[in-house]
């Protein structure tokens, strides 16, 4: 499959794949929070959130608390600043490695989307260099991190197309939950039931890859009937 895909980008001029969602803030820094928990329990120049003295069977009990709780969000990602904590891969992340071309793929959190890709825009579209994003739909946070509403400042933008993915519906329903994308021509809604298998995954691609050509072929066949 890594060489359709290869092909598709090539015909399109896609050099870059944004893949967005909160579980790159946490989740993916939970289980080496607890290997670093394991490793360091004894030492007295971390200063743990939570109780340990009890020792690492109700440490490690406290920490998955701590790391569960929503509210200790700014908490958790300022221990693992401070102490440098390295992420797992997420299990989405591995499987767009394995598809798409070497070095297309970036994942990132919808706030740091939103100051790379929105505020400073480090990567510009254009017809040699187009955009691919992939965003999940329900993200936690504030309004302002709604998928759909994220990709507002990219609705029928030229040279970017975007994907929405949600577990919430099945890929027989992708159609009828397009109106959730504000009417976009370049955005289109992807069933997570899409990941994992590659057959389905390459054609959900195309219809989200080749949604805005299609829907100027449409429009300009209208046009050419109103005359």
């Excluded at 254009?126 to 504030?142: A, F, H, P, R, V």
């Excluded at 309004?143 to 507002?152: A, I, T």
């Excluded at 929405?164 to 039931?193: G, R, V």
């Excluded at 959900?204 to 050509?213: F, I, M």
Aim: contains cysteine; aromatic residues 12%; negative net charge.
């Amino acid at each position: 499959m890594k060489d359709a895909i290869k092909k598709i980008f090539d015909e399109l001029n896609i050099q870059k794949v944004v893949y967005v969602d909160n579980e790159f803030e946490v989740e993916v820094y939970k289980e080496s929070i607890l290997s670093f928990l394991r490793e360091n329990i004894t030492s007295s120049e971390i200063r743990w959130p939570f109780s340990v003295e009890a020792g690492i069977d109700y440490a490690i009990s406290e920490c998955k608390k701590w790391l569960n709780d929503i509210n200790n969000k700014k908490e958790i990602l300022d221990f693992i600043q401070k102490y440098s904590i390295a992420r797992v891969e997420h299990n989405i992340e591995s499987f767009f490695k394995n598809v798409f071309p070497e070095d297309f793929l970036v994942c990132l959190t919808p706030s740091k989307f939103a100051e790379e890709y929105i505020k400073d825009c480090v990567f510009e579209p254009s017809e040699t260099n187009q955009l691919l994003i992939l965003m999940d739909k329900y993200l936690e946070g504030n309004e302002e991190q709604d998928g759909v509403k994220l990709l507002n400042p990219f609705i029928n933008q030229k040279y970017v197309a975007c994907g929405i993915f949600s577990n919430t519906f099945s890929t027989e329903d992708e159609l009828q939950h397009w109106k959730d994308c504000e009417d976009a021509n370049n955005i289109f809604p992807l069933s997570k039931k899409r990941v994992f298998d590659e057959v389905l995954f390459l054609e959900g691609l195309r219809n989200v890859v080749w949604l805005q050509q299609i829907s100027e072929i449409k429009e300009h066949v209208i046009q050419l009937y109103k005359t």
